[in-house]
């Protein structure tokens, strides 16, 4: 399979159709499939062929999806990397993984001395005109993370591995053949990525939307551009749900609300569907998996760790350490494989952690349970437990406490080694006002077992984050060591 191809097949049967738009620029799918078959040309001539390593540094527009399906006809592999990275963590990547190009929008170069090469001026360079690879089983993408050892890692992403996904998407009704879809994430995350190739596969049109925005933007984008889908983060939920409430939706007309790439809690979500669009799919999913489970109402959204009931195609197991499956209820290692689900790693294959692949199964260092009406729930990762007297403590719950208290706007609680060569659990929240750490710490004895009361409540602005909006708790355990009476 080459994904390249089945998006090609659009230019033939529909060729002025929607493509893709973002940034000033619009294609339809024959000037897409004309612009793909010219950067593959290029690569060609830079000496790229069939399991080549080429490292994209683009910010998020139609180039960057043009980059990936011209790396992928010619059955390339790509290795996205985050533009906004600074320069020694790009450097940090090239050194692991070696590329044998890089490709560049100009807005930043790519470190390290290697090779590059642009993706602008393409009307200057002849179309390919060979036919895509033939591919069986080979690599479309490297998506990289860190897990919890603080090293690149590549997770491997096959074209039949991303094709898993896509009938995920459709099965579970998140993408629509007519839909105009606006995706606000970032490209060089899975996420962003595979909903916004699925939505080319089907032969939807993908609306790119810079990721850093305000939020009444984004309402102004989606009620006067006909956008049917938008998919983003909990940060710009929230930040939805701060808007001065109205007499209506902020967003009727969407046919799907979707949001990833975190947490949201139940009160959130039905906040959602009460003020900003009527139907909200949360889906929880990783780089290794995709689409793992969602909760599309009332029905699945239980409790505040409810992550849904699962994707279509893949199969989930909670299990001990040793991976032995545990009973309906019980608590353990999340498990999952399928045919949207990776099998190897690449850069670090056999790298210790949480993120792990283990008999065929990837554990993607999640910790969680099956109810029994076969609700999914998240109890926290398995880097973030937190141990303090011989027991362990999921740090979500603890949040999702603190997050109860009217003066919380967000925590995120994390373990701090002591001197009893234990952990102790330290708060940091972001307030609507002057905190009183003693009042919060009294409310969450109320709610909470005597060791899974915080030592310390440390108000900050900000919760550090990353591109994804995901919460970065290692920048957390570096200021509290920085400033441990603050």
Known sequence: ?????????????????????????RYAC???????????????????????LVALRLRDTPAHLVALLAIARIGAIALPMDWRGAPPEIGRIVE???????????????????ATTGVGDLAATEPDEERPASLVDSPLVYGLTSGTTGVPKGIVTTHEEMFGRFVAFTIGRL????DRFLVPLPLVFDAGRAISLALLTLGAEVRLFPPLFDVAE?????????????????????????????????????????STAGKLQPEERGALRARVAPRVTDYYGTTG????????????DTSPTAAGRLAAGIEVEIVDEDGTVLPTGSAGRVRMRGPGVTRSFAGLAAAPGDETIRDGWYYPGDIGRFAEDGILHLTGRAAEMIKRGGLMIHAQEVEYVLSLHEAVVEAAVVGIPDDSQDEMVVAFIVARGPVNEAQIIRHCRQNLAGYKVPQRILAVSSLPRNTTGKIVKAALRDIYRVEPGS
């Open 1 to 25: 399979m080459n994904l390249a191809a089945l998006i090609a097949r659009h230019a033939e049967s529909q060729p002025a159709r929607p493509a893709v738009q973002g940034g000033g620029e």
């Open 30 to 52: 024959a000037a897409l499939d004309l612009d793909v078959r010219r950067l593959a040309r290029r690569l060609r001539s830079a000496g790229i062929g069939v399991g080549d």
């Open 96 to 114: 692991r993984f070696r590329p044998k190009l890089g490709l560049t929008d100009d807005a930043k170069p790519v470190p390290g001395g290697m």
């Open 175 to 178: 993408i629509d053949r007519e």
């Open 218 to 258: 984004l309402v102004g984008a989606v009620s006067e551009s006909g956008v049917t889908a938008v998919i983003v983060t909990p940060k710009t939920s929230r930040a939805l749900l701060a808007l001065p409430p109205g007499k209506a939706h902020l967003m009727p007309g969407l046919r799907l609300y979707v």
């Open 289 to 300: 998996g995709g689409p793992v489970a969602l909760i599309t109402g009332e029905e699945e």
